[in-house]
């Protein structure tokens, strides 16, 4: 595995043109790029060749040294890392709470058709007949009022033998590898410490949590 500072001289070579062919590299001059002494440098370089991340041909004037292909997919892997971090698109929120119970609203609201099938149509299943509620940790809280400024979506509201039921929305979340969204009544003066998460399955079951166990819950990745 490499280190931290192996994967600094190996950026710093890459910087150099190091990946489009071979630069000439000194043990000096490298030694002032990374702010290190010669043989700390030398060193680094050494080890980099050990791992095949780098090439190198000792030449009268000094030595030639280029990145290779699999110098290369280290660098791509940073790359991908610091793209997570910085990209807007990617950058994800982590709400932490403990699950509590409600009072039994989400499993009728989720068993009716009309909504189901927005929910189908919207996030790519049918809910199971419940939610997860989840009561946030008071840190968690100005996330949450981040969230909203997302773009969430509608859910159309319907009536039905006479009853007439609001809208609501929702917005894809995870909570590990599964899945989930959470949803959000119309109704107003809604708990700002409570979210409740739909997903094909029980959640419940499927986590193995009981009330007052911690969850965390992603939202947009």
């Known amino acids: 595995m490499i280190l931290p500072d192996e994967l600094q001289c190996l950026k710093a070579i890459a910087l150099m043109g190091g990946c489009r062919g071979p630069v000439k590299v000194s043990s000096q001059s490298l030694s002032q790029t990374l702010g290190t ?46 793209s997570r971090i910085f990209s807007e698109k990617n950058r994800g929120y982590i709400l932490t709470g403990v699950v509590v119970s409600g009072i039994g609203e989400g499993k009728y609201y989720m068993s009716l058709p009309a909504y189901r099938e927005q929910f189908d149509r919207h996030l790519g299943f049918e809910p199971y007949p419940g939610t997860l509620n ?46 989930c969204s959470i949803v959000v ?11 409740e998460v739909i997903a094909p399955i ?16 992603e939202v947009g990745q």
């Open 37 to 82: 002494s010669p043989q700390t440098a030398a060193r680094r370089l050494q080890s980099l060749e050990r791992q095949r991340l780098v090439t190198r041909t000792i030449a009268p004037d000094g030595q030639q040294v280029m990145v290779t292909g699999q110098g290369e997919e280290e660098l791509k892997k940073e790359f991908q890392e610091y």
């Open 134 to 179: 989840i009561r946030l940790s008071p840190s968690s809280i100005p996330l949450r009022k981040k969230i909203d400024a997302l773009d969430w979506i509608r859910i159309r509201g319907f009536s039905t033998d006479g009853r007439t039921f609001g809208d609501a929305r929702c917005i894809p979340c995870r909570i590990g590898d599964i899945a």
């Open 185 to 195: 009544p119309g109704r107003t003066h809604y708990p700002e410490d409570i979210i």
């Open 202 to 217: 029980a959640l419940r079951r499927e986590l193995g949590v009981e009330d007052n166990d911690t969850v965390s819950v």
